[in-house]
T-cell receptor
Framework: AQTVTQSQPEMSVQEAETVTLSCTYDTSESDYYLFWYKQPPSRQMILVIRQEAYKQQNATENRFSVNFQKAAKSFSLKISDSQLGDAAMYFCASLLGSNYQLIWGAGTKLIIKP | NAGVTQTPKFQVLKTGQSMTLQCAQDMNHEYMSWYRQDPGMGLRLIHYSVGAGITDQGEVPNGYNVSRSTTEDFPLRLLSAAPSQTSVYFC????????????FGSGTRLTVV
């Protein structure tokens, strides 16, 4: 079975500093997608960044970047220049190839200290 | 704005009552899904659809029914509400394959008393 693990229930960072959220996954498939979603207190799920497994280059979206280690099945999210608006729950998810649906980690609560 | 619309946003039900959570998207996405979110856990898939007239069960389908008569709409029916169904429910949609990522509705907080 495909699984996604986020080992950090909560992380905190000083405003303007850099923080890395960890995610590991397990899959028997060779081609898949990985995602990070942000869920602020408004409850809305917002796609932050996506990674295609067959691409070796790490995805970046402005201040957000990933460190994708396919052999280690690791997919961490780096947030640079943290802002107060980054405070939220962050979920890592993988796309299951058998039905193209998402498997989710339990989430990491990110706290930004002003 | 284009996106996924869920109604209602909040609902309180008594045990044994039935209800339908509505979901509509206007992006012409073929794939639609229902997830539930419980404290301390990631989202879990209830049911999904890869196109009009096609539905299938996810990880936690018991107690829920779905149908997909149009591309736009994917309602979730609770047949006989139980306290264990107290949760936040999300509807999501994507292009075929899901690789571009899913777009989510704003969620429905359901409490069963």
């Amino acid at each position: 079975a495909q699984t996604v693990t986020q080992s950090q229930p909560e992380m905190s960072v000083q405003e303007a500093e850099t923080v890395t959220l960890s995610c590991t996954y397990d899959t028997s498939e060779s081609d898949y997608y990985l995602f990070w979603y942000k869920q602020p207190p408004s409850r809305q799920m917002i796609l932050v960044i996506r990674q295609e497994a067959y691409k070796q280059q790490n995805a970046t979206e402005n201040r957000f970047s990933v460190n994708f280690q396919k052999a280690a099945k690791s997919f961490s999210l780096k947030i640079s220049d943290s802002q107060l608006g980054d405070a939220a729950m962050y979920f890592c998810a993988s796309l299951l190839g058998s039905n193209y649906q998402l498997i989710w980690g339990a989430g990491t609560k990110l706290i930004i200290k002003p | 704005n284009a996106g996924v619309t869920q109604t209602p946003k909040f609902q309180v039900l008594k045990t044994g009552q039935s209800m339908t959570l509505q979901c509509a998207q206007d992006m012409n996405h073929e794939y639609m899904s229902w997830y539930r979110q419980d404290p301390g856990m990631g989202l879990r898939l209830i049911h999904y659809s890869v196109g009009a007239g096609i539905t299938d069960q996810g990880e936690v389908p018991n107690g829920y029914n779905v149908s997909r008569s149009t591309t736009e709409d994917f309602p979730l029916r609770l047949l006989s509400a139980a306290p264990s169904q107290t949760s936040v429910y999300f509807c999501a949609s994507s292009k075929p394959g899901g690789g571009d990522g899913y777009t989510f509705g704003s969620g429905t907080r359901l409490t069963v008393v």
